[in-house]
């Protein structure tokens, strides 16, 4: 089936240690984008890529780092300089940036203690 | 700058019952793209919609139904005939039409349908 998997669903790490989120799809889609989403928030932007090997920041990248090296991952590394990570972290596809709705993974919750 | 307004936090009905699901936007753009969504429990969410700012007409899927209005900014959602499976945060959303697609998230409304 096509589609946009994460993993884990539930990821727990020690405060000051990196962690990385998995996000494949097998859409072929060459856009792909990760989200945060907080209690009581819409979504919001971390990064998005355009195409392999580019990517770009959104409106919260401070703490958070990506790579773009296959069309189809898109891994999110939340680093120890996020000030606030715990949240629920979505990852998403879509054919090109333009237009186009976007399609959804089943999200990672993460919580730092 | 764009922004989505979806006031209405939280609705409680009673399954049968008719729900509308209030959506507000700005924007400077002429041309623009507006979506709904659907979160249920799982988490994932589900495409419903998507319309372009040229086409003003209401549309109509099933028991769901969208009433998108340029004069007054709105892109409502209603659910008629509400069903326990409804229940879950719908978000609205908007992107500008041209270069890259910004999704514009509004807070979302979470729906409660109790049977």
């Known amino acids: 089936d096509g589609g946009i998997t994460q993993s884990p669903k539930y990821l727990f790490r020690k405060e000051g240690q990196n962690v990385t989120l998995s996000c494949e799809q097998n859409?072929?889609?060459?856009?792909m984008y990760w989200y945060r989403q907080d209690p009581g928030q819409g979504l919001r932007l971390i990064y998005y890529?355009?195409?392999?090997?580019?990517?770009q920041k959104g409106d919260i990248a401070e703490g958070y780092s990506v790579s773009r090296e296959k069309k189809e991952s898109f891994p999110l590394t939340v680093t120890s300089a996020q000030k606030n990570p715990t949240a629920f972290y979505l990852c998403a596809s879509n054919p090109s940036v333009t237009g186009d709705e976007q399609y959804f993974g089943p999200g990672t919750r993460l919580t730092v203690t | 700058a764009q922004k989505v307004t979806q006031a209405q936090t939280e609705i409680s009905v009673v399954e049968k019952e008719d729900v509308t699901l209030d959506c507000v936007y700005e924007?400077?753009?002429?041309?623009?793209?507006l979506f709904w969504y659907k979160q249920p429990p799982s988490g994932e969410l589900v495409f419903l919609i998507r319309?372009?700012?040229?086409?003003?007409q209401n549309e109509i899927s099933g028991r769901y139904s969208w009433n998108f209005q340029k004069s007054t900014s709105s892109f409502n959602f209603t659910i008629t005939a509400s069903q326990v499976v409804d229940s879950a945060v719908y978000f609205c959303a908007l992107s500008e039409a041209a270069g890259f697609q910004k999704l514009v998230f509004g807070t979302g409304t979470r729906l409660l349908v109790s049977p």
């Open positions: 319309r372009n700012s040229f086409d003003e």
């Open positions: 890529s355009q195409i392999v090997n580019d990517f």
């Open positions: 924007t400077r753009d002429t041309t623009y793209y």
């Open positions: 859409l072929n889609h060459d856009a």
